[in-house]
T-cell receptor, first 112, second 112 residues
Framework: EDKVVQSPLSLVVHEGDTVTLNCSYE??????LLWYKQEKKAPTFLFML????IEKKSGRLSSILDKKELFSILNITATQTGDSAIYLC????????????FGKGTLLTVNP | DSGVTQTPKHLITATGQRVTLRCSPR?????VYWYQQSLDQGLQFLIQYYNGEERAKGNILERFSAQQFPDLHSELNLSSLELGDSALYFC???????????FGPGTRLTVL
């Protein structure tokens, strides 16, 4: 059974701190790894990673995938209160039966 | 706004009943995915359709079924509802498997 594990489950930081969120996975026929941010509504897409070692960056957020060690990290620098959300990691796997398996998420709270 | 629409936003019904949730994908997207999100289970993949055909099946109960119509909108049918079916049901769409999935706002189902 495909498995995606995120850590920590929750994290409380102060504005301006840097955080690192972790995602490890065990899936059959890995195809992609995605990060989403979920506030009080639907998940919104952040990054998709398919190749190992390539860093994707968008403003203060960045992510890297290690396909050998089967994990990814999401970094957020200079955190702001608006970064408070649940961050979801999902792994796409399978051939003709492609599917996404989600981790349970990391709840990030950024205090002023 | 992701471009994916879902109706209704909220649905309250009784055990044993049947409901239909509707999803319209983003313009041009051929794939539609259905997810269930509950507090204890996190986000669970239910089923995927691609251009009218079932493409992948996840943790979907036999009481649940879905279809995608020629105009690419999709419906998720939930029957013989139980209290445990109360959850947020998301629809997502993508151009193809390795493209990003964009989520709709969700339908909150409450079974009393």
């Amino acid at each position: 059974e495909d498995k995606v594990v995120q850590s920590p489950l929750s994290l409380v930081v102060h504005e301006g701190d840097t955080v690192t969120l972790n995602c490890s996975y065990e899936v059959t026929n890995f195809r992609s790894l995605l990060w989403y941010k979920q506030e009080k509504k639907a998940p919104t897409f952040l990054f998709m990673l398919t190749s190992s070692g390539i860093e994707k960056k968008s403003g203060r957020l960045s992510s890297i995938l290690d396909k050998k060690e089967l994990f990814s990290i999401l970094n957020i620098t200079a955190t702001q209160t608006g970064d408070s959300a649940i961050y979801l990691c999902a792994v796409g796997s399978g051939g003709s039966n492609y599917k996404l398996t989600f981790g349970k998420g990391t709840l990030l709270t950024v205090n002023p | 706004d992701s471009g994916v629409t879902q109706t209704p936003k909220h649905l309250i019904t009784a055990t044993g009943q049947r409901v239909t949730l509707r999803c319209s994908p983003r313009s041009g997207d051929l794939s539609v995915y259905w997810y269930q999100q509950s507090l204890d289970q996190g986000l669970q993949f239910l089923i995927q359709y691609y251009n009218g055909e079932e493409r992948a099946k996840g943790n979907i109960l036999e009481r649940f079924s879905a279809q995608q119509f020629p105009d690419l909108h999709s419906e998720l049918n939930l029957s013989s509802l139980e209290l445990g079916d109360s959850a947020l049901y998301f629809c997502a769409s993508s151009a193809s498997d390795l493209n990003t999935q964009y989520f709709g706002p969700g339908t909150r189902l409450t079974v009393l």
